[in-house]
């Protein structure tokens, strides 16, 4: 798929839906972009959000490149079932490792084994969380594969046979991986050159630099007899990048403990102090 991306393998084409085949067929291809491959039951969850705005744009430029792995048509019987009764008992139903297998070596087949270059990520709960420096080290890489669990996830043996990296976007269950998936693609995508106009809103934003983003203000001046603060209309670019910078850290301060103690140490900072050490 690297190099034909939109061709169909047989059965098992690496899109099974006309909206993201369409989006992968009539734009222009830069030959190394960044791609993810997302194996899921839900093909049609793609694009997406992604397919909008910034990260649309991006996709119909060939800046970067999505492809989707229909694990239905892996599937076995008159249904394809993909699942079976979980083993011990219990309620719902377990992704078998065999059915998994199969989509995993195909979505593998052509892309490059070093899993620095090319991460292989199971969406999870009990994954470690995704952060915005894990997005920087996503969008260095060549690509990714992801993939999206259902019911009550998949058997633990295809985890461990491949080695397969465990990611969660947070500390709630939801009902599949799609959403998941789309939140890391989305993150990992705005980091790659051009894909946001702007390069310099990337690396000034919330994380960065441990710290969460000043209050922004647009127009108009005066709203519900709420001002924009004198300083950010004074013109004076230091003053109001100090102001920024006293803001991004009160409000670190105040909503994330972790985070300030974070900068603090990064900075030589006592983080109960307002004294550099
Ligand atoms: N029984 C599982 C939850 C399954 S939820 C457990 O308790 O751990 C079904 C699927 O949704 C999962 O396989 C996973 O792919 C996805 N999912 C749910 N919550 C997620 C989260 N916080 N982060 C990433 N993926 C998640």
Not at 51 to 68: D, N, P, V, Y
Not at 162 to 173: A, M, N, Q, T
Request: glycine fraction near 10%; hydrophobic fraction near 35%.
């Amino acid at each position: 798929m690297t190099d034909t991306p939109h061709k169909s393998h047989g059965r098992l084409s690496m899109s099974a839906t006309a909206s993201p085949r369409e989006l992968m067929t009539d734009r222009p291809r830069l030959k190394d972009a960044w791609e993810a491959r997302v194996i899921t039951l839900f093909p049609e969850a793609f694009p997406g959000t992604l397919g909008l705005s910034l990260t649309g744009k991006a996709l119909q430029e060939g800046l970067w490149r999505l492809g989707t792995v229909d694990l239905r048509q892996f599937g076995e019987g008159r249904h394809r079932n993909i699942d079976d009764t979980p083993a011990g008992g219990g309620a719902g139903m377990v992704m078998r490792p065999d059915i998994l297998a199969r989509a995993i070596d195909h979505a593998l087949r052509d892309v490059p084994k070093d899993r620095t270059r090319w991460p292989l990520i199971y969406l999870s709960p009990r994954g470690k969380p995704f952060t915005q420096a894990r997005a920087r080290t996503l969008s260095q890489a060549e690509g990714m594969t992801l993939i999206c669990g259902r019911f009550e996830g998949v058997d633990e043996r295809v985890i461990e046979h491949y080695g397969i990296e465990e990611v969660s976007i947070g500390d709630y269950v939801l009902t599949g991986g799609e959403i998941a998936a789309q939140v890391l693609i989305d993150a990992t995508v705005r980091l790659i050159p051009r894909v946001l106009g702007n390069q310099a809103s990337v690396e000034e934003e919330s994380f960065s630099a441990f710290l969460l983003e000043h209050p922004q203000y647009t127009k108009p001046a005066l709203w519900e007899g709420r001002a924009i603060p004198d300083i950010l209309l004074s013109g004076h670019h230091a003053k109001i990048a100090e102001w920024r910078r006293v803001e991004a850290e009160r409000l670190t301060k105040e909503r994330r403990p972790d985070l300030w103690r974070a900068y603090c140490e990064s900075h030589g900072r006592d983080p109960d102090g307002d004294q550099e050490l």
